[in-house]
C-alpha cells in the first residue's frame, strides 16, 4: 500500500505558474503509474494527466495539453504537476493517484491510491 500527499496548491492570478508535489510513502512510487485528478466545486472529479511508470511517457487531457507537465523522480518518490499559463477554470482541488496496472488510465476507477488534494485558486 501507498500512501499520498499533495503539496503546493494556494492562490496564483491568471497566467502564472504553480507546482503540485505527491510525495509518496509506504511502498517506492517506481511501480505505480500516477495519475492527477482535479474537482472543481460542484463538478465531478475530471483527468488531468498520467505519467507512466518510468516517466518517459505522458498523457495529458486536451484543457492542460501545452500548460501543463508531469513529471517524477522515482528516488525522492515524488511526481509532479508543472501548471503554467494558469486560467481560472484552472480552480479545483488537484488530486493525485496511483495505479497498479501496466497502462495510463484517463479513468478515476483505475486507480489504487489517492491523496487528500490541494486546492489551487486562479484569479482573474
Known amino acids: 500500500q501507498v500512501q499520498l500527499v499533495e503539496s503546493g496548491g494556494g492562490l496564483v492570478q491568471a497566467g502564472g505558474s504553480l507546482r503540485l508535489s505527491c510525495a509518496a510513502s509506504?511502498?517506492?512510487?517506481?511501480?505505480?503509474?500516477m495519475g492527477w485528478f482535479r474537482q472543481a466545486r460542484g463538478m465531478q472529479r475530471e483527468f488531468v494527466g498520467a505519467s507512466s511508470r518510468s516517466g518517459f511517457s505522458t498523457y495529458y487531457a486536451e484543457s492542460v495539453k501545452g500548460r501543463f507537465t508531469i513529471s517524477r523522480d522515482n528516488a525522492k518518490n515524488t511526481v509532479y504537476l508543472q501548471m503554467n499559463s494558469l486560467k481560472p477554470e484552472d480552480t479545483a482541488v488537484y488530486y493525485c493517484?496511483?495505479?497498479?496496472?501496466?497502462?495510463?488510465?484517463?479513468?478515476?476507477?483505475?486507480?489504487?491510491?489517492w491523496g487528500q488534494g490541494t486546492q489551487v485558486t486562479v484569479s482573474s
Open positions: 509506504g511502498r517506492t512510487l517506481s511501480t505505480y503509474i
Open positions: 493517484a496511483a495505479d497498479r496496472s501496466t497502462a495510463i488510465d484517463t479513468t478515476e476507477g483505475g486507480y489504487d491510491y
